[in-house]
């Protein structure tokens, strides 16, 4: 193999994608990738929208801001319509067990 070419399972390139006004997300399937290559989920933020839905914002041991997890085959946030239910995803998912802050964007 040429010393310019990576290996097929290096990822690095789609794993991170910038959204409009500077903030980043990831994908599911990079993240367990990321984990699985020795990652580690540092601190997890749950957003409520006016909607009910959360999304599940990280910040990662090695790399700085926060970002948004998204879906799998999709760079649309991954939400969920319960909270315990992205408690449980954090842990079953990506054995993340740290803290988690709970924010909401719902008024009245």
Avoid: C
């Amino acid at each position: 193999m040429a010393a310019d070419k990576r290996p097929p399972d290096d990822d690095t390139d789609d794993a991170w994608i910038r959204l409009p006004g500077g903030e980043m997300s990831i994908r599911v399937r990079s993240l367990t990738n990321y984990l699985n290559k020795g990652g580690r989920l540092v601190h997890a933020r749950l957003i409520e929208d006016t909607e009910g839905l959360y999304s599940v914002w990280m910040r990662l041991a090695d790399r700085p801001g926060e970002f948004r997890l998204n879906q799998f085959h999709a760079d649309a946030p991954k939400t969920f319509k319960d909270v315990a239910l992205a408690i449980a995803s954090l842990r079953k998912e990506f054995g993340y067990y740290g803290e988690i802050a709970v924010a909401t964007d719902r008024r009245g």
